[in-house]
């Protein structure tokens, strides 16, 4: 005697193998069955797709995609279209859960449970694709794992240009809720290789995909950026609770897989709001090949989305854009690295930029990570400033050479424009042009910001922060720029809680605390001033702080014994601080004495000194108004 699974209305009755509703047959095929049956008995559970697809196609290689369509196709017959009270959930990337309360009891009188046997032949889903040359659906024997990587690069930006493009022609047809633009996030890629070496590869990829999106189309189509959804990747978050936390309406997942000579890769555009899986696809191809339809693939791309895309944009896609795979995966470990920011991580982004440079010194890319590598080792102190000026700005005009229309190089130009030269307008047109170019790249947008802001253009400065937000919500770095533009403006409140904010999203972001700490010390909050700057890690900036907090708590003499600290220790790198802490202390004479020193020395803090509070004490001198225009800023 066989048991029956109830849950709501259905009775599901596996060995008649029917599924009823209130008395009524509901029809599944037999794989939708099965799917549901082992859901039903692993219920209120995370079922990974890998266990139903061993539980229902054992050992048969099936696309991932088909499954996603059995899902669908049981969501319909269920009636599942509440978000609130769905029975089946997606987890992100992960699997599926019945939510239901499901009763298990014998099926005594299977005659109360009038159904539809399910049809015995199997009964394809409409609307499964499969990759060239073979039938979606069709089984075929699991691939060995016998994993290659170089090589494979190459065919994963070709199939990444594929998916996006065409995810982005289901876009087409959707109306987002208020607001005409769609905002999209790309999940983390979860690398099926069996190489947890291959992370490097999986995040790379992630990254690729968003930049790609991103440029697409960015009055129409937002795209989350790497540094909010990277937070999913090794959660099993449901994907509705994705959506509200970026407030998207659709999500791409992506997942990796190599063996031998192939890679593929699988896709899947999943609408948040019903959880419908609108569109999947896997990638299948030889690595031989992929040189030789690269074109073919590109002009397929855009002909489906030609109505988007200018007759430039159509040109750019047609035209070839070869990349040495070995070049390009010592460009994603670069990267990798590179976003750790410690001084040995770092290091390891130079050697392997450096060795992506040599593999071929045509590719733009690494000379740009190399100036950025170099730019962070000079203001960190790792290697001597003029030596780190000159290779930062050899880098990235090397990067400019090679591709006029990088937006990455013009932002990383703007910045060196900004700290070395004091070029203020040459800075500012270098980092309009990166976002001219790349106008939903959330980094760029970060430095369009601040930018205006430390010109003093606020009205300017405040959208653009707030735009980055919606496209990276939950970066912490963007909440703390936000913060510290509210502060320019003269708005303590709202700077606080953005910075708050910051800190909530990550409490390891040091220069949340260190604005924390001066907006209490300028608007007299001092004794909340300290807590903060004790907990800021880097030595330099919290030499700086306790001068300023000492002098604002009224302890005098503690605020001059660390203010000679600060001078003993960072005199050299460190003047425009030292400046400011006099400033702070009403010491004018010698405030504008280390500011002249900090214009001497080329100090990168000057950027700010048209719009740093702690500088206000100045303002009304007139030494204040010739140092502004010796540094070629605006009065």
Do not use: C
């Not at 700490?517 to 300290?530: F, K, N, T």
């Amino acid at each position: 005697m066989s048991n029956l699974y109830s849950f709501g209305q259905f009775v599901l009755d596996p060995a008649r193998r029917t599924l009823s509703r209130a008395d009524s047959p509901v029809s599944l095929t037999p794989k939708a069955f099965d799917v549901l049956l082992f859901l039903a008995q692993n219920h209120n559970r995370l079922v990974t797709k890998e266990e139903l697809l061993q539980a229902v196609w054992g050992d048969r290689f099936v696309e991932e995609g088909n499954l996603t369509q059995y899902i669908s196709h049981l969501r319909k017959a269920l009636g599942d279209n509440s978000e609130d009270t769905r029975l089946i959930v997606t987890i992100a990337r992960k699997g599926y859960q019945l939510t239901a309360d499901v009763t298990v009891g014998e099926a005594i009188d299977t005659a109360k449970h009038a159904a539809v046997q399910v049809q015995a032949a199997q009964v394809s889903l409409a609307g499964t694709k499969g990759v060239p040359g073979s039938r979606a659906g069709d089984a075929v024997p699991k691939p060995p794992k016998q994993w290659r990587n170089a090589a494979a690069l190459v065919a994963s930006t070709v199939i990444l240009a594929l998916i996006g493009y065409i995810a982005l022609r289901h876009f087409r047809t959707m109306t987002p809720p208020r607001s005409q633009k769609i905002m999209l996030a790309v999940l983390p890629f979860e690398n099926l290789t069996g190489d947890p070496n291959k992370e490097y590869l999986a995040d790379g990829l992630t990254e690729e995909t968003i930049s790609q999106l991103g440029r697409l189309n960015p009055e129409q189509l937002g795209v989350i950026a790497r540094t909010s959804v990277m937070g999913y990747k090794h959660k099993d978050e449901r994907l509705d609770q994705i959506g509200r936390d970026l407030s998207v309406q659709y999500v791409l997942e992506n997942s990796l897989r190599m063996s031998g000579s192939q890679i593929r890769l699988t896709a899947q555009l999943i609408q948040v709001k019903d959880q419908t899986h609108l569109w999947s696809q896997d990638y299948d191809y030889p690595l031989k090949d992929v040189l030789n339809v690269e074109d073919e693939v590109a002009k397929s791309v855009a002909r489906q989305i030609q109505l988007r895309l200018t007759s430039q944009q159509q040109a750019d896609l047609a035209r070839p854009r070869p990349v040495n795979p070995d070049a390009f995966d010592a460009y994603l470990r670069g990267y990798h690295f590179y976003q750790q920011r410690t001084a040995k991580d770092v290091e390891m982004a130079a050697k392997y930029y450096e060795r992506a440079t040599q593999l071929d010194p045509s590719y733009a890319l690494p000379w740009v990570g190399l100036s950025r590598v170099r730019n962070w080792q000079l203001n960190t102190g790792l290697i001597p400033t003029e030596e780190g000026r000159r290779l930062a700005r050899e880098a990235v005009e090397r990067a400019l050479a090679l591709n006029p229309n990088l937006a990455a190089a013009h932002d990383q130009m703007g910045r060196l424009k900004q700290q070395v030269d004091f070029d203020w307008v040459g800075a500012d047109a270098s980092i309009q042009r990166a976002i001219a170019l790349e106008p939903g790249n959330p980094e760029v947008v970060r430095s369009a910001s601040f930018s205006a802001a430390i010109l003093g253009r606020f009205d300017e400065a405040l959208p653009l922060a707030r735009r980055s937000i919606d496209l990276d919500p939950l970066n912490a770095d963007s909440w703390g720029y936000l913060g510290e533009i509210e502060f320019y403006m003269g708005q303590p409140d709202e700077a606080v809680a953005d910075l708050k904010k910051s800190l909530e999203l990550s409490p390891d972001v040091e220069f949340s605390h260190s604005l924390l700490s001066q907006i209490y010390m300028i608007y007299g909050r001092p004794h909340d001033a300290l807590p903060e700057v004790e907990l800021v890690r880097s030595d330099p900036d919290r030499a700086f702080l306790f001068p300023i907090a000492y002098y604002a708590l009224g302890r005098e003499k503690e605020s001059d014994a660390a203010l000679s600290d600060l001078i003993a220790k960072y005199h050299e790198g460190g003047a425009y601080e030292i400046a400011v802490v006099y400033a702070f202390r009403k010491q004018s004479d010698k405030a504008f004495e280390w500011l002249d020193r900090a214009y001497t020395q080329r100090d990168g803090g000057l950027i700010a000194t048209k719009v740093d509070p702690l500088l206000n004490s100045l303002h009304s001198d007139p030494r204040f108004s010739a140092f502004l225009k010796k540094l070629n800023l605006p009065q």
